[in-house]
Antibody
Framework: EVQLLESGGDLVQPGGSLRLSCAAS????????ISWVRQAPGKGLEWVST????????YYADSVKGRFTISRDNSKNTLYLQINSLRAEDTAVYYC??????????????WGKGTSVTVSS | EIVLTQSPATLSLSPGERATLSCRAS??????LAWYQHKPGQAPSLLIY???KRATGIPARFSGSGSGTDFSLTISSLEPEDFAVYYC????????FGGGTKVESK
């Protein structure tokens, strides 16, 4: 069974940094791209970033380009999202998501339960 | 960026009624459109992909249709567990989600 467990969410001041992690199990991690999707309070879903299975290709939404960095450690079956220069509008639950089809852009398959990031002074 | 506009924002219906949700794209996405169900406190789940294909385990009361810029999700007879927020998502040109439609119990 595919399982995704996000961690690292916290209350952070504007301008601060945070690293989110997603521990994956139940599938051959290196074979699959994997994404981050977020949901701000009271808002809809927003795709944030995707990384290919090898880690060689990365994709970002315009709203986070230059501030967010997606990476993965295939030896640890773990996905990361480094978030810098945090803004109030980055406040959201961040989900780690596997692809339904392993070609970017893709539909979303299995979702983790999410980790909450709050940006506030 | 392709913008997906979902309507209505809220749909108030009773169990057993038919629900029809709309998703309109700002430019053609072919049939590269999916629908997700999202319940409070749970992760979203895929219902429909490629506009009309049901994901594994999804009941037949859920159906999708459309192509190009106009799509719909129909729930033929609402069950109590179907009250949730529904999102469309396109992969025809990068990745975007619609704003969601909340299906609530009348």
């Amino acid at each position: 069974e595919v399982q995704l467990l996000e961690s690292g969410g916290d209350l952070v001041q504007p301008g601060g940094s945070l690293r989110l992690s997603c521990a994956a199990s139940g599938f051959t991690f290196i074979y699959y791209a994997i994404s981050w999707v977020r949901q701000a309070p009271g808002k809809g879903l927003e795709w944030v970033s995707t990384i290919s299975g090898s880690g060689g290709d990365t994709y970002y939404a315009d709203s986070v380009k230059g501030r967010f960095t997606i990476s993965r450690d295939n030896s640890k079956n773990t996905l990361y999202l480094q978030i810098n220069s945090l803004r109030a509008e980055d406040t959201a639950v961040y989900y780690c998501v596997t692809p339904r089809n392993n070609v970017f852009p893709h539909y979303m398959g299995v979702w983790g339960k999410g980790t909450s990031v709050t940006v506030s002074s | 960026e392709i913008v997906l506009t979902q309507s209505p924002a809220t749909l108030s219906l009773s169990p057993g009624e038919r629900a029809t949700l709309s998703c309109r794209a700002s430019q053609s996405v072919g049939t590269y459109l999916a629908w997700y169900q999202h319940k409070p406190g749970q992760a979203p789940s895929l219902l429909i992909y490629d506009a009309s294909k049901r994901a594994t385990g999804i009941p037949a009361r859920f159906s999708g249709s459309g192509s190009g810029t106009d799509f719909s999700l129909t729930i033929s007879s609402l069950e109590p567990e179907d009250f949730a927020v529904y999102y469309c998502q396109q992969r025809g040109n990068w990745l975007t989600f619609g704003g969601g439609t909340k299906v609530e119990s009348k």
